[in-house]
């Protein structure tokens, strides 16, 4: 599928998603979360697809965030744009509001990641960055708040003083500062970017499917509960991959000193 502001590539069971709007640093306006919401539902939807890829266009921003010139320009709109606007906004699905989004997605931060950008790299399961990306909130420096994820998320992904001292400022952090908090998986060179990215894929592609859906549901459901709750409690995701195929084909290739065939079922 390749649209006006966002292209997705299909490779094997990946599918590669990039935010392609590099002449504004990739902010989202109502049409780009439009269109990264039909490309995650493709994600969602298609068995084929066990792993998603978020990045942006160029070298400069992975997103920039909200689209404020955008934002500022509804303000003298006409009743049709107005109302165009209004049904995009209610045909999306952002990725920051899909708690429940059972297939891993890996953010690659080929630049900076700004308000809602930032927002959608909380969202996935792990960040690879480009050494020269700066990661902010800035939104109370323009009257906003970080509403789409960023106020809670960062809390719960960095820890309370450490988050407030970004959240009540809009100060940036580099990559590596990220890095250190915990917050971003790895660090590279831009030009050693991609091959980090695939590393990545690539180990999750040498697992089971349904066992690294399993994993995710349980970890991040499992949050919301007391430990002793947390490990007791049934699973959906987990009941699946106990009646899979998979989750015989793992240890009989085991025992039988080859690769497993993983089929996703």
């Not at 299909?10 to 599918?15: E, I, K």
């Not at 998603?17 to 493709?42: G, K, M």
């Amino acid at each position: 599928m390749t649209t006006t502001q966002v292209v997705t590539e299909r490779m094997g069971h990946v599918l590669h998603i990039r935010i392609n709007r590099p002449e504004v640093r990739n902010a989202l306006a109502p049409r780009t979360y439009h269109e990264l919401s039909l490309a995650l539902d493709e994600l969602e939807n298609d068995p084929e697809l066990w792993v998603g890829v978020l990045t942006g266009s160029g070298e400069m921003a992975f997103s920039a965030g909200r689209d404020l010139k955008q934002l500022a320009s509804m303000a003298q709109a006409g009743p049709a744009e107005k109302a165009e606007e209004a049904r995009l906004w209610q045909e999306t699905r952002r990725l920051t509001d899909r708690f429940d989004f059972a297939k891993p997605l890996i953010a690659r931060l080929n630049g900076s990641a700004h308000g809602g950008g930032l927002e959608l790299a909380l969202a996935c399961d792990i960040i690879v960055a480009a050494d020269h990306a700066q990661l902010a909130l800035p939104e109370p420096r323009r009257g906003l708040i970080a509403t789409a994820g960023g106020v809670h998320r960062l809390p719960r992904q960095i820890g309370l003083k450490a988050a407030m001292g970004y959240l009540l400022t809009g100060r940036a952090m580099s990559a590596q500062r990220g890095f250190e908090l915990g917050l971003i998986n790895q660090v590279v060179p831009l030009d050693e970017l991609d091959a980090a990215v695939t590393s990545w894929v690539d180990d999750i592609l040498a697992c089971a499917p349904l066992a690294v859906r399993s994993t995710k549901a349980c970890a991040m459901q499992g949050l919301d509960h007391p430990l002793r709750e947390a490990m007791t409690r049934p699973y959906e995701a987990e009941t699946l991959r106990q009646q899979s195929q998979d989750s015989l084909e793992g240890p009989k290739a085991f025992a039988e000193k080859r690769s497993p065939r993983w089929l996703g079922c």
